[in-house]
């Protein structure tokens, strides 16, 4: 499907979708990062004609620097990549801080982790000004905007407080929280209000959507109308300051949309890749190094959201439970450093570290060191032989958006006989249920009883499971994501995903 209308497109993410690298002459190069979202966005931005403004993902670099590289990207690209600079206080205040001390571990219903430091609010309100000041440098009438994530919660509203009313959606990559965790925010009234300024707000999952309208209908009585996968609420007027908000009856202002759209992968180009005969040797490779044990196989970024010690514990606990799994199986453990300037996260990696040596101080064996873990960023080729070699994904996020791991795993499975271990709490898990083992994160002994599951499922199951879960990823990919997320922005558009199906524990599961 075309999206929704032809007007350009301007997409506005934190960063830009690219990697930057220091030559030795002082000069930068650009290259697109590797994932789904370049490769779904630059099509329609090259067809639309457009601009994709974002933080080129250094401190080190001035804009003059950068801009050589990113006009060489525009011209392969055939579209514009606009660079906004970040000082290293705004760095601290705006990025670190308020995005990923304050909103990031809230939303994923992890409050204990907030930092509520009014600072970060004044710079988070400061640096999406900026962003709305690179806008409005390109923007024209009739453009329709696309904006990406909670770093930029705030966007509309500042642009139309800057008189430059554009038509703009919003989509969160992250879940959004349920009431009582969303109304420890100091700053819920205004944050709420600032989203409302979008035309479309889009969610990951219903689940997203749900806790968003519970929100909005408690904090400012709004009425929603309605019931498909996109609805429309009617926001109220508000006054100009934050004190004259609060629940009561007003004048309708606007209405906006409110939709679930579950973000895909560009199934094809990861299949492909993992039909490579390079690829194929290197996992056969891989497979050779652990001389024929199945392979568990955990890629995730270094964060508190992974679950990554519930993940360590429910394999500890297989290896009690289960003393059959010794010498038979491996658990490939990939961590990928971010956010290094955070507390949390070098608490985090020095804890799994601790862990991952006492479990293996425990269990190894002369020939079998039951943990193989990696500290690093991984190549697409090398992830893709990795998808490729392993028997068993094991994702045990605490909460997750959607986990597009779990998605890549099964697009690399061209052999079709991998088995996907899922948290029920990744946004995944209502697309996957069917075809993956749901698990509780924090039920450590259910996981290690999935393990030993997938470990001695037939091949015959793992292949009909694999098979379903194939479907649907290649079915609700990118594309079509992105061409739901457009079309709803349409008068009278229609959502084109079909499966939404929320997921809720049950016992049978
Ligand atoms: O899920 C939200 C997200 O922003 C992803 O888009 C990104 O891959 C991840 O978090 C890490 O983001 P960053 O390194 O920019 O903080």
């Given at each position: 499907m075309e999206p929704g209308d032809q007007a350009r497109l301007i997409v506005v993410s934190n960063r830009l979708p690219l990697v930057l690298n220091a030559r030795e002459d002082g000069g930068w190069d650009a290259k697109a990062s590797s994932g789904g979202l370049i490769s779904a966005l630059v099509p329609v931005l090259r067809r639309r004609g457009g601009v994709w403004i974002g933080w080129p993902g250094t401190t080190e670099a001035t804009r003059e620097e950068v801009e050589p590289a990113l006009a060489a990207m525009s011209e392969t690209y055939g579209c514009t990549f606009k660079p906004v600079m970040f000082t290293q206080q705004e760095m601290e205040g705006f990025y670190f801080g308020f995005s990923n001390e304050v909103i990031w571990p809230l939303f994923h219903d992890?409050?204990?982790?907030?930092?509520?430091?009014p600072d970060y609010w004044k710079t988070y309100q400061e640096v999406n000004r900026k962003f709305a000041a690179a806008v409005a440098e390109v923007a024209r009438p009739g453009d329709f905007l696309w904006v990406h994530d909670y770093h930029l919660m705030d966007l509309a509203s500042e642009l139309r407080r800057m008189g430059l009313p554009s038509r703009a959606g919003f989509f969160l990559h992250t879940p959004f929280p349920p009431l009582e965790i969303f109304l420890?925010?100091?700053?819920r009234f205004e944050i709420l209000r600032n989203l409302l300024e979008f035309n479309l707000i889009g969610f990951q999952t219903l689940r997203d959507r749900r806790n968003f309208l519970t929100c909005i209908k408690v904090l400012f009585n709004v009425r929603v109308k309605g019931t498909g996968s996109v609805v429309r609420v009617q926001v109220p007027a508000f006054g100009?300051?934050?004190?004259?908000?609060?629940?009561g009856p007003a004048q309708v202002a606007q209405t906006v949309s409110v939709g679930a759209f579950p973000i895909g992968i560009d199934f094809h180009a990861v299949a492909g890749l993992a039909a490579r005969p390079e690829v194929r040797a290197k996992a056969q490779a891989l497979k050779n190094d652990i001389r024929g044990r199945q392979m568990i196989l955990g890629v995730d970024r270094l964060d508190y959201t992974k679950g990554l010690p519930n993940k360590l514990q429910a394999f500890r606990n297989a290896l009690h439970h289960y003393p059959e799994l010794h010498h038979r199986v491996n658990l490939v453990q990939h961590v990928v450093p971010s956010r290094k300037e955070i507390p949390d996260y070098r608490q985090l990696r020095l804890e799994l570290e601790h862990l991952i040596g006492q479990i293996n101080g425990e269990f190894t064996e002369s020939g079998w060191v039951p943990i193989h873990y990696m500290f690093h960023n991984l190549g697409a080729e090398d992830l893709a032989a990795y998808y490729l070699a392993a028997d068993i994904a094991l994702v045990t996020s605490l909460k997750d958006g959607m986990n597009l791991v779990a998605k890549e795993y099964c697009a690399a499975?061209?052999?079709?006989?991998g088995v996907l271990i899922l948290s029920e709490f990744a946004g995944a898990a209502a697309q996957l249920q069917r075809g993956a083992l749901l698990v509780n994160p924090y039920d450590i002994d259910g996981v290690a009883a999935a393990i030993q599951r997938a470990f001695t499922m037939p091949d015959k199951e793992r292949r009909e499971r694999m098979r379903l879960l194939r479907r649907t990823v290649r079915t609700e990919d990118v594309f079509r994501w992105a061409d739901a997320f457009l079309g709803a922005t349409a008068k009278g558009g229609v959502a084109h995903?079909?499966?939404l199906e929320d997921y809720l524990p049950s016992a049978s599961t």
């Open positions: 992890l409050f204990t982790n907030c930092n509520f430091q420890r925010l100091p700053w100009a300051e934050p004190a004259a908000m609060g629940p499975q061209i052999e079709q006989a995903l079909t499966n």
